[in-house]
Nanobody, 124 residues
């Protein structure tokens, strides 16, 4: 079972970037899928989640700028990031939780599958 994040890169502030998370090894259609990020020297923090129903949730720092989506036919999740800011610079990780609980969806410890991370750098 593997999650593979991709799509990171260097972008100017105000521009957009789309990340992908391709899952393999089994279907993740029943899992809650999430995005987290870790800036240099800081802890990994919650960015967004999408449930199998399609319901989405976001951290306050990205709400209105980022959009998470999933295509279960491709076993893939996406993160569309618009109006990027320098403070969005981080290593972005995708994750899956096979036994999701609504109240703990923002916790790193809730997720049992993780991708390797893709680096997003936003220049000012």
């Amino acid at each position: 079972v593997q999650l593979q994040a991709s799509g990171g890169g260097l972008v100017q502030a105000g521009r957009s970037l789309r990340l992908s998370c391709a899952a393999s090894g089994r279907s993740f259609s029943r899992d809650v899928m999430g995005w987290f990020r870790q800036a240099p020297g800081k802890e990994r923090v919650y960015v967004a989640t999408i449930w199998r129903s399609g319901a989405t949730y976001y951290s306050d720092s990205v709400k209105g700028r980022f959009t998470v989506s999933r295509d279960d036919s491709k076993n893939t999740m996406y993160l569309q990031m618009d109006s990027l800011k320098p403070e969005d610079t981080a290593l972005y990780y995708c994750a899956a939780d096979s036994s999701p609980i609504f109240s703990t969806q923002s916790r790193v410890s809730s997720y049992n599958y993780w991708g390797q991370g893709t680096l997003v750098t936003v220049s000012s």
